[in-house]
């Protein structure tokens, strides 16, 4: 059976990477949010797409960031990366690993940083726009 997406841990994850407080996220999504709502919403397993897409505005995160990335998955994919041979169960220590797992693991590092840094850099980009537009009012 496949994994069901958690929509409301992803939301977390993302604003907590971004280093937004959920107050802060509650302020941005209107007058009805408070921190404490923000907290029941982190807790759901599926979000209302009209309200995803609502997070995903203030954010700047994709709505199918929020719909599609799932923990356990990215977990498989780093256990994967090691193949040991049934003997390294049974005592041998001579396991073997396909792959260097250091090297994989400075690989989704990288990954993950390019991903920061890229919504970091759209971030800025929108700061800018909002500066440009508040400066001809």
Known sequence: MANKIHEGRNVKRFREMLGIKQDALAIDLGDDWNQKKISLLEQKESIEPALLQQISSVLKIPVEAFQNFDEEQAVNIIANTFNIEKDAYIGNPQAT??????????????????????????KEEMMQVMKGLLEKQ
């Open 97 to 122: 690993f396909n792959i260097n797992p250091i090297e994989e693991m400075k690989k989704l590092h990288e990954e993950k940083i390019t991903l920061y840094e890229r919504m970091l850099h759209e």
